[in-house]
């Protein structure tokens, strides 16, 4: 305690409040007052987070069409994979009643597709597609080489199973000419993707390039063909293939496709109207029992439409509101009973 | 294989096919002197050259050398062996396994490399762990290999420095006062003119009494100086073997003739040469050979009971880990048999083309997610363990509370993995001397010829010193009558024992413990105190020794001037010669070792020499009577039976005059504490103060075998009757009248216990006759004394004078001292040369030598006459009676197990508060086996007559106990009175029995303490194998070769109560942590199978998964684990029942662990289901969203660690900021390191994106709460509602910390017993009280015993059994007619003090000495199996001193050795039993 260290008393320990475990401590004690209080703060802040969430969401536009069955005699087609040079097409229309105010984006989502399964993720190369080595097919297996051993490029399973629908939204402004609504097919990955982990080989030509190398199984074009339109969105940084080759993380998934490049008629964004997607279908998703949707949504700071963050905040405050009234009977309850046995 | 010493190796010499049979027996092995040319080599000079070749090549070859070498691993060996011995952990086998699983391609998870980086990192951290262990014991070897030591050495024919490293069997050594022991050596020469040596054995068993060894027979008679090069005997001895206390053997001479040689020859590795000047030996064992080291089995491993309890919990945790990959699999293969008519776009086939059938991918899988959800078991679990209790042994080593300032000495722990152990102990076996009690005996009363001498002074000088004590260490004692001087300097001395004795606690021999010996050789131990020194006299028998004193110095011209004195006068005379003479106390001045007596009394004393000229011309009466002897044992019998003669020549008076003349330099009247009080009363006042100054000069000082033995002498000191001189054939004793006694000491016998009591023999020199004073137990030598006949009046006078004096005896033992009898015997010169004659071939006879000399004892010692007997106190340590009642608060059940007599060791545990006055004690005592099995039975049918009560408390339990800090915890504790059992040492022995045991542990369960007297160290051990054993309960024992070892018993309070309460619920906290979090982080990954296909795929980061637990998860617990405390130390020492937590497993039980498994099963859902929604129709890919989980989950854990822990310091907060600061700047770095590289997770600028994504952290908001927010909220109803102990606990320290020590105060005044003081006062009148209804039993039994004082009632059964029905008549004719209340038949004594008042309670409580009844004196025959006196050294076995209490939680690992042979000790130890 206070004995001092003197001569010879060489085994002594240390006083110090380290070594004697009698260091400063906050001692946690769940004091009924504490815990109250505690609890009735989290809950008011839970609430308070969860509604701002709520009316977040609540502001969001979306409009999702699935088209498997629209498009059934389509879906029949691709059903067999023999039928792949054939074209099929199909046209939705459908109504917008309100403006989609700001920025539009356009997303195709995709309901049982399991691009997170394991093999699935591994089977890819990305040090093909950042574009050192257009040879290096390793971990592609089974899709790392055609049958007479030239390396494909991309190669992987994610890759060979890229979606390739084409849809194209067309606005009615006078109900008799339909106008293409202008879409961005830019930006609509991440940044660093595109620029970064993303690079095509380094040559003049795209094609020459890509040379000695084959398109994947169940493609119809080579990778430099992906978009005929843009020279600059071909090979491996064509927006579409970087987005897909970002696997999604559940079976059920959306992913973004164009955004709405905000000029003429669209500055403020959709305007409400009579509108059409025009898809070119060629993604077949009845093999795998799945379904295909396609998506236009805004967006707010708080991400998507998803509305169960803010019910997730709100209940939780909402719980965590009766936890604190319930501890707080039997708090009053206990006083009572303390104060009789304190009689005892 | 036996290692044969180099001289019987020699190839081509006769010693070839001797050494094949030898090879062929293997049981003995053959020393020779290493100076000696090899057998079979005649020629000197090629016999040198080839020793020495041999020498070179013996070294390489056969030689066991004496370099110690404890470490396990070489440079080269390191790591092969490092490795190979942490595979035997199943754990690290199962990591590997699974690391070594990820290469192969079809079933991998993670990149193989980085899978086994975990498991290596845990290896890495292992390994280093081994190799600095290692290498601090390279270090200590390393050291004490090079202690110098003096070797003879055949080039230079003289003894020169060497190390102890190249000391060889054969070599000889030459050891001086203090040094240790480098191997085992047998004794050759000493420079003791007995040919003693004294050792000290501390190092070996931790006994600070001193041994006496002897030199082998054939060598101690040698005139001249040994010479090693003229030793040509050949030494034939057992193979190196463990056994500390047995050494067998016998020497070669060249004539042919043998020699036997037994342990009392063999100084062993370790111990420390005492009191004399030096020795010589030839080396028998070395090095690794050596007793010490074979006794040293290394470090132990044990396992802690949680620790097995935890092992079950991993068992079950691999078991959920099958289930769920088996779920997992049979998931994945219905999932793929769904896709498989059609080939799905997201199906990878094999690189044929085909799928895999469901069934392949479903065990690939299984296989595959075993990887992925390896983190369930907890691979940093085992070293975090380690960690932390390497952690807390360090803060238990710290605790400035467990130092003990007089030793200089800290508690210590040796085994590191049982730390928490010492939270859930329910049974302390403890020894009472030495751990109770200081270990520091008192001369306090004693009783001569019937009259008995209060020492009322005396006791006011201990209680003073008790007060000096308590008061302040530092202070000098102030003792009125005490010399500043001296007081001063001798407590220096305590504090140098207890210096020395501090360091013995080390268990490795030749370890670091020597190494620091060596630098403490100059210091001596084995001093007494000055409390134990200065006795004050009792002035009546004071005055009746200086009149006998004074008669006998003007009768002493006469032919027989004991004849002048009183019957009385005459045994107070005998009765101090015999508490002078009747030990082997030797005497030393202060600042030398024992001198080279020889010389000394060559130079210094004319006397002397005139006496050994006469001794050589005087003829011996006795060498005519046993002529027929011719062994060198004979020649030295005669040789000294010869000096005797001259004390009866009639020059006596002139002789006299010369002794006188010398004598009184010499006088030591060294008693400071008499000096000033006698000189009241002295007449010779002035002569006395001049005495005194002379004795300034030189102090003599005792130094004892057993500290018993020290405190007569002293007590005989006070009376003037000083110890002045010990020879190895005369004891001088100096009187103030008489002047310098000489007896000649013809034998010793030392004590054993077995016969409990020691005797000399010796020639009176007064009156010439052979006179033999017998010390000893009292229940054996009451059992010896000459049968008086009540027909004359000296017959009559004496019986009563037995009958006061066992009263006596009686009294002394209520009164808790340690009593012993005096008593005498005359011998006749015939009977003395026949029983010499038969003592002598027993001696000599080499198999069943113990047996004979036992019996020969028998024969001296009988037909005894008693003198009087004396009550030694040894005090109890300071704040045991506290420490007892906090322990039992704390719901231990303390065993104490000694050997002290029934009501010495009653009484004695009444004053350490062991046994209450409110409680009801079972007395135990039973003559046979049949008595003690009825009644147990009776106990039993009367405890659990009363036990439905019991029964029910301990449901109700509970709400007791949540109010009960609140209100006195005795009340809470229990409902009636509890029980206590006393049981001596015989009826344990049948109730020990396989039939009996059961019921006896049933009985022993029931009662809060037990008390076993008079019971044997086999016993003691047997009881707590018997209890660990049948009742599985968590047992700490009090032992020498210990786990831990405490400084003083009071240390034990905070020991347990606060280290092993606080150890016991962090480990348990943190195990039950660790499974929390890995089946969390777990149950993440295994949700996440239900939207992955049970493909095994995993959302988090690989490198995320295998670092978690080790990285970015682990701090913040280790710091809890280490630092957290639950209640504070001062709220656990007020209220210390709340020790009851650990002992009932109350933080880690199988229903926590289940609970904390749902918990953590519905956290994790929370931390999974919570951002999967948030996420669901988004359009984040896996690892994105795996991040935000990852950090989810951090946080989870933190929060979660947050609510556990309940001490918050900034090292807590540190941690925590640390391991979030952690994983934020490894992910952040991880993620920008490489754009392509770590597939499948690809996880460039991940991190980076989500920081910016406002979702994150909403998600990472959310989660936590709401996954912390069930526990939060049941842990708050439930500590409001239905708060443990331990929760209160915490709210009261909480609430207000002065009221705790207000409450504390209260506390120990209402609980507490007041003071020890008043106590034993109280104490006293009970014993009064008590006394004269003794009287009459005493006497009563008495009667029954006569037939058994024939000598020749030992030993037969059928005696015994008579005597036992005999008596136990006369016991229930005295119980009967004693306590009419009690009508318990054959002596089962129930005291019932059914909770009233206190004054009740002692009167009532007088059933102490009246079960004392049952323990008058015992039978000779069956006590030596049943007991043990705790008078003497043999007692040391578990006598400790004071500064070496040490416990032992399970097996100790090697047995102490009891300075006697003893049969028990060598039948235990051979049986590698435990000592508790």
């Known amino acids: ?344 | 294989m036996e290692r044969e010493p180099a001289a019987a190796e020699e190839p081509r010499s006769p010693g070839r096919r001797r050494r094949r049979r030898r090879r062929g027996d293997g049981r003995t092995r053959v020393v020779r002197s290493n100076l000696l040319p090899p057998p079979g080599v005649e020629d000197p000079a090629a016999g040198a050259a080839k020793g020495a070749r041999r020498r070179r090549r013996g070294g390489a070859q056969h030689l066991a050398d004496n370099r110690l070498k404890t470490t396990k691993y070489t440079l080269l060996s390191f790591l092969p062996k490092n490795l190979f011995e942490q595979f035997h952990r199943l754990a690290n086998v199962y990591f590997v396994f699974i690391a070594l699983l990820n290469f192969v391609p079809a079933v991998n998870a993670f990149q193989p490399g980085l899978a086994l980086a975990p498991v290596l990192f845990i290896l890495a951290v292992t390994a280093f762990k081994d190799l600095w262990e290692d290498y601090s014991r390279h270090r200590s070897d390393h050291e004490i290999n090079h202690l110098g030591c003096l070797v003879f050495s055949r080039e230079e024919k003289q003894y020169v420095n060497r190390f102890w490293k190249e000391i060889r069997v054969g070599d000889f050594v030459r050891l001086r006062c203090n040094e240790i022991i480098p191997a085992d050596i047998l004794l050759l020469s000493s420079s003791d003119p007995d040919g003693l040596c004294h050792i000290e054995t501390a190092n070996l068993d931790g006994e600070t009494n001193l041994k006496r060894r002897q030199v082998v027979r054939g060598f101690s008679e040698l005139v001249s100086e040994f010479n090693p090069l003229t030793f040509t005997s050949v030494i034939e001895c057992e193979k190196p073997n463990n056994d500390l206390s047995r050494f067998r053997g016998c020497i070669i001479h060249d004539s042919g003739k043998k020699a036997g040689l037994y342990k009392e020859n063999l100084l062993l590795r370790g111990c420390t040469i005492r009191n004399t000047e030096a020795v010589v030996g030839i080396v028998i064992y070395a090095g690794h050979e050596t007793k010490a080291l074979l006794n040293n089995s290394g470090p132990r491993y044990k396992r802690s009971q949680l620790e097995r309890q935890m092992n079950c919990d991993v068992l079950w945790c691999v078991l959920l880990l099958v289930c769920m990959s088996l779920f997992s699999a049979v998931g994945h293969g219905l999932w793929v048999r769904r896709y498989q008519e059609k080939k799905s776009l997201f199906d990878v086939p094999e690189s044929d083309g085909s799928s895999l059938s469901p069934v392949t991918a479903a065990v690939y899988s299984f296989l595959t997610m075993i990887i992925v959800l390896q983190v369930l078991i907890p691979i940093s679990l085992y070293v975090s363990i380690e960690i932390v209790k390497v952690c807390q042994v360090y803060f238990i080593h710290q605790d400035v509370e467990l130092y003990d300032e007089e030793t200089d000495s800290q508690l210590q722990c040796r085994a590191l993995n049982i730390t928490e152990d010492l939270g859930q102990i329910q049974y302390i076996f403890s020894d009472k001397t030495g751990t109770l009690t200081e270990n520091k005996m008192v001369f306090r009363r004693c009783t001569v010829s019937g009259i008995e001498y209060s020492h009322d002074a005396n006791a006011q000088r201990l209680a003073r010193y008790q007060e000096a004590d308590s008061e302040e260490e530092e202070a000098v004692p102030r003792g009125g009558s005490l010399p500043q001087r001296g007081s001063i300097g001798s407590h220096q001395s305590v504090r140098v024992m207890h210096r020395t004795q501090s360091t013995k606690s080390h268990r490795r021999t030749g370890s670091r413990a020597e190494a620091k010996r060596a630098s403490m050789l100059s210091k001596h131990t084995a001093f007494s105190s000055p409390m134990e020194k200065d006795i004050t006299p009792d002035p009546k028998l004071l005055e009746k020794v200086n009149e006998c004193d004074r008669c006998l110095a003007t009768a002493r011209p006469q032919e027989r001037p004991l004849a002048h004195l009183s019957p009385e006068l005459s045994d107070v005379f005998d009765f101090f010669i015999a508490l002078t003479i009747c030990n082997t106390v030797v005497v030393t001045s202060p600042d030398q070792p024992r001198q080279k007596v020889r010389v000394r009394f060559e130079v210094k004393s004319p006397v002397k020499t005139i006496e050994d000229f006469l001794r050589r011309f005087s003829p011996s009466r006795l060498t005519s009577g046993c002529s027929s002897i011719g062994s060198l044992t004979a020649n030295k019998a005669t040789h000294k039976s010869g000096s005797n003669f001259l004390s009866t020549l009639s020059n006596d008076s002139t002789l006299f005059k010369l002794e006188e003349r010398l004598g009184q330099p010499a006088a030591a009247i060294a008693s400071n504490g008499y000096s000033s009080g006698a000189a009241s009363w002295g007449p010779e006042h002035t002569a006395q103060e001049q005495k005194l100054q002379r004795e300034q000069e030189r102090e003599l000082r005792y130094e004892a075998e057993s500290p018993d033995e020290a405190a007569l002498v002293y007590a005989a000191r006070a009376y003037n009757c000083a110890l002045v001189d010990r020879l190895h054939d005369q004891v001088s004793v100096e009187l103030p009248h008489l002047g310098r006694l000489t007896f000649e000491l013809l034998h010793t016998l030392g004590f054993d216990s077995i016969r409990k009591r020691m005797s000399v023999v010796i020639r009176h020199p007064l009156t010439d006759e052979i006179n033999v004073y017998t010390k000893g137990a009292d229940s054996v030598v009451m059992d010896l004394l000459l049968p008086c006949s009540s027909d004359d009046a000296r017959g009559r006078h004496q019986k009563k004078i037995r009958s006061k004096t066992q009263n006596y005896l009686n009294l002394y033992a209520v009164e808790g001292l340690r009593t012993l009898c005096i008593a005498k015997r005359v011998l006749s010169e015939e009977e003395y040369a026949c029983w010499l004659q038969s003592h002598l071939e027993a001696e000599s006879s080499l198999d069943n030598r113990e047996e004979l000399l036992f019996q020969s004892a028998i024969r001296l010692e009988t037909n005894l006459h008693l003198l009087g007997a004396t009550g030694i106190e040894d005090r109890l340590q300071d704040g045991v009676p506290e420490t007892i009642a906090k322990l039992r608060q704390a719901g231990l059940q303390i065993w104490v197990l000694t050997g002290d007599k029934q009501e010495t060791a009653i009484n004695i545990a009444y004053a350490c508060k062991l046994l209450d006055h409110d409680e009801e004690v079972i007395t135990l005592n039973a003559e046979s086996q049949e008595a003690c099995a009825a009644l147990l039975d009776q106990c039993l049918h009367y405890v659990q007559s009363r036990s439905p009560r019991s029964a029910p408390e301990k449901t109700a339990g509970n709400v007791s106990v949540g109010f009960s800090p609140l209100c006195p915890p005795s009340t809470s504790t229990t409902s009636g009175p509890s029980l206590s059992l006393v049981i001596d040492g015989r009826s344990l022995a049948y109730a020990l029995e396989k039939n009996l045991e059961d019921k006896f542990l049933f009985l022993a369960k029931q009662c809060r303490s037990v008390l076993c007297c008079r019971s044997t160290p086999l016993q003691k051990s047997m009881v707590v194998k018997l209890v660990r054993s049948k009742l599985k309960a968590m047992t700490l024992a009090i032992v020498m070769a210990s786990d831990f070892a405490v400084p003083r018993f009071r240390y034990l309070e905070r020991l347990l109560i606060v280290h092993g309460h606080w150890c016991y619920s962090r480990l348990a906290n943190m195990v039950l942590y660790f499974f929390y979090k890995n089946t969390m982080f777990v149950g993440l990954l295994f949700w996440f199978q239900f939207y992955c296909g049970f493909s095994a795929s995993a959302m988090i980061d690989q490198w995320y998964l295998i670092f978690f637990n080790l990285l970015f998860s682990s701090l913040p617990q280790l710091v809890t684990g280490v630092l957290d405390k639950d209640v504070p130390a001062d709220m656990l020492l007020t209220e210390p029942q709340l020790y009851k937590s650990g002992q009932n497993m109350e933080e880690y039980r199988p229903r926590t662990f289940w609970l904390n498994m749902a918990d953590a099963a519905f956290q994790s859902l929370v931390c999974f289901f919570i951002p999967y929604l948030a996420c669901y129709d988004s359009d984040t890919d896996v690892f994105t969203w795996g991040t935000p989980i990852t950090a989810i989950a951090l946080f989870t854990f933190l929060l979660h660690l947050g609510i556990e822990t309940k001490t918050w310091t900034w090292l807590n907060w540190i941690a925590c900021g640390f391991s979030i600061l952690l994983f934020f700047t490894v992910a952040l770095i991880y993620n920008a390191s490489c754009a392509t590289c770590y597939p499948p997770s690809n996880p460039y600028w991940t991190m980076q994106t989500l920081l910016g994504d406002p979702v994150f952290y909403l998600t990472c908001l959310i989660a936590p709460v709401a996954a912390l927010l069930p526990r939060l909220f049941f842990k708050a109803v439930q500590g409001s509602l239905f708060p443990t102990q331990l929760q209160l606990g915490r709210q009261l320290a909480k609430r207000s910390p002065k009221k705790l020590i207000a409450s504390k105060e209260t506390f120990a005044q209402g609980h507490l017993p007041g003071e020890p003081r008043t106590e034993s006062s109280e104490q006293k009148s009970i014993s009064t009280s008590g006394h004269l209804s003794q009287d009459c039993t005493s006497q009563a039994s008495w009667h029954g015993q006569r037939p058994a004082c024939s000598p020749e009632a030992s030993g037969e059964p059928s005696v015994v059994d008579m005597n036992v029905t005999l008596r136990e008549n006369i016991l229930l004719e005295g119980l009967s007619s004693q306590a009419p209340g009690s009508s318990m038949p054959r002596g089962a004594i129930l005291e019932g003090c059914p909770g009233d008042s206190k004054m009740k309670c002692t009167s009532t409580s007088r059933a102490a000495p009246l079960s004392s009844i049952f323990n008058l004196p015992n039978f000779s025959s069956l006590n030596w199996i049943s007991s043990l006196s705790l008078v003497s050294g043999l007692g040391s076995v578990l006598q400790f001193s004071r500064s070496s209490l040490q416990m032992d939680k399970q097996d100790s690992e090697f047995l102490p050795s009891p300075p006697q042979p003893d049969q028990d000790l060598c039948g235990l130890s051979g049986q590698g039993t435990d000592y508790f």
């Open chain 1, 1 to 344: 305690m206070k004995r001092t260290s003197k001569d010879g008393r060489c085994k002594l320990p240390d006083n110090t409040a380290l070594k004697q475990q009698q260091l400063p401590a906050y001692r946690l004690q769940l004091s009924a007052t504490g815990v109250l209080s505690g609890f009735f703060a989290t809950g008011v802040f839970c609430l308070g987070v969860g509604i701002i969430l709520i009316l977040n969401a609540k502001s969001i536009k979306e409009i999702e069409i699935k088209y498997t069955e629209i498009c059934g005699n389509c879906a029949k087609l691709r059903e067999d994979a023999t039928n792949f040079d054939k074209e099929c097409t199909c046209s939705i229309p459908f109504y917008l009643s309100e403006t989609m105010q700001g920025n539009v984006y356009m997303y195709y989502k995709l309901y049982g597709f399991y691009q997170n399964l394991y093999r699935y993720i591994l089977s890819r190369s990305n040090s093909q597609l950042v574009g050192t080595d257009l040879k290096d097919v390793g971990n592609c297996a089974p899709f790392s080489k055609s049958h007479d051993g030239t390396p494909i490029a991309p190669c992987g399973a994610i890759a060979n199973s890229i979606f390739n629908d084409t849809i194209i939204l067309s606005y009615n402004l006078n109900s008799s000419i339909p106008i293409k609504v202008p879409m961005l097919r830019s930006g609509i990955t991440w940044w660093t993707d595109k620029y970064v982990k993303f690079q095509n080989p380094s040559y003049i030509n795209l094609s020459s390039a890509f040379a000695g190398t084959t398109k994947p199984p169940s493609w119809a074009k080579p990778v430099y063909e992906l978009d005929e339109e843009d020279p600059g969105n071909n090979g491996f940084l064509n927006d579409d293939f970087i987005v897909w080759m970002r696997t999604a993380a559940f079976p059920t998934f959306k992913k973004l496709y164009r955004r709405l490049n905000r000029i003429q008629y669209f500055t403020e964004g959709l305007p409400a109207g009579n509108y059409s997607f025009n898809i070119t279908y060629n993604f077949p998703v009845t093999r795998f029992r799945g379904e295909k949707s396609v998506v236009l949504s805004t967006l707010t700071w708080s991400g998507g439409s998803s509305l169960f963050l803010g019910l997730a905040y709100t209940v939780t405050g909402a719980v965590t509101w009766l936890a604190s009234f319930s501890m707080m009977a039997v708090h009053l309850m206990l006083k009572d009973r303390k104060m009789l046995f304190i009689q005892q």
